[in-house]
């Protein structure tokens, strides 16, 4: 299994702000990836985050929307820029620690409210 | 692009009856996951299935890919008011090593 952190768990945020979400995993991954999760609906891949490159992004995201780093092993940010209220949702940091297997450990999330 | 579909939406039922989930591909996997996620929480694997017409057991659920890799299935036996939460098939693609979610159903179970 696996260790990770997100924060903020919650937060409230105006239209037109930035808000960026940690992701700190108790030990080295191999992926993590970013997933967004609307109330009562399903996982949306947004993007795999690469470690010391860009960040792979899936159809319908971009980077100039939700910039991504990955530092090291261990660590990544997502970033929600200039959100609106179709922003608001759960954001969660994924790692999986085989890439063979793809069994995903999930972080407690991150609930993003736009006003 | 790969899409994962799942059925039904939801599900009601009482205490003690079965549950089945149905999880279907419109391409075929390498292998396929199941998570449960509980009300207010994250998804939690459940199992994998990598086989052509694999079935695996965890006390009272069962789980089984179709011989073609395109579909799956989670039986509960016996539901208990333990079970619920929303269950998500995910299929993975392993040369693009992600997993694509289905659209989860959300079981119910009245005591």
């Known amino acids: 299994s696996a260790v990770i952190s997100q924060k903020p768990s919650r937060d409230i945020c105006q239209r037109g702000t930035s808000l960026t979400i940690q992701c700190q995993v108790d030990?080295?991954?191999?992926?993590m990836f970013w997933y967004r999760q609307q109330p009562g609906q399903s996982l949306t891949l947004i993007a795999t985050?690469?470690?010391?490159?860009?960040?792979?992004?899936e159809s319908g995201f971009v980077i100039d929307k939700f910039p991504i780093s990955r530092p090291n092993l261990t660590f990544s940010t997502l970033t929600v820029s200039n959100m609106s209220p179709e922003d608001s949702s759960i954001y969660l940091c994924?790692?999986?620690?085989?890439?063979?297997?793809?069994?995903?450990?999930f972080g407690e999330g991150s609930r993003l409210t736009v006003l | 692009g790969q899409q994962v579909m799942q059925i039904p939406q939801y599900q009601h039922v009482q205490e003690g009856e079965d549950f089945t989930t149905y999880c279907n591909s419109s391409?075929?996997?390498?292998?396929i996951q199941w998570y449960k996620q509980r009300p207010g929480g994250h998804p939690v694997f459940l199992i994998q299935?990598?086989?052509?017409?694999e079935v695996k057991k965890q006390k009272r659920l069962t789980f089984q890919f179709g011989e073609a890799k395109k579909n799956s299935s989670l039986h509960i036996t016996a539901t208990q008011t333990t079970d619920v939460g929303t269950y998500f098939c995910?299929?993975?693609?392993?040369?693009?090593?992600?997993?694509?979610f289905g659209d989860g159903t959300t079981l119910t179970v009245k005591p």
């Open positions: 994924s790692v999986s620690r085989d890439p063979n297997t793809g069994e995903l450990f």
């Open positions: 985050a690469n470690q010391g490159s860009e960040a792979t992004y």
């Open positions: 030990s080295q991954v191999t992926m």
């Open positions: 299935l990598v086989k052509s017409g």
């Open positions: 995910a299929g993975v693609n392993t040369n693009a090593g992600k997993s694509t």
């Open positions: 391409t075929t996997l390498s292998n």
